[in-house]
């Protein structure tokens, strides 16, 4: 997986990890807007860098798009 390191609004550094639509192999729910993001679909995962544990234990799946359009959404619901 390529990998990036980019900085959020929040301040933090965050690793970014795009996954490619063959190794997308579980359905995940993307935390930007709380679709879901079907197997076999390219996005990226997330994860806060500066975690004691790496970060690793809080990384989500996002859609490319909602990741990069972060700073711009407002919340998202749950219904």
């Known amino acids: ?23 997308a192999a579980k359905v ?14 390219p996005h990226v995962v997330v994860w806060r860098i500066d975690d004691g544990d790496g970060g690793i234990a809080d990384r989500r799946h996002w859609h490319t798009p909602c990741w990069a359009a972060r700073d711009t959404r407002g919340p998202t619901r749950r219904a």
Do not use: F, K, S
């Open 1 to 23: 997986m390529p990998r990036r390191v980019g900085l959020g609004a929040d301040g933090y550094d965050y690793e970014v990890r795009a996954v490619a639509g063959a190794h």
């Open 28 to 41: 995940y729910r993307c935390p930007g807007c709380d679709h879901e993001i079907p197997i076999a679909t």
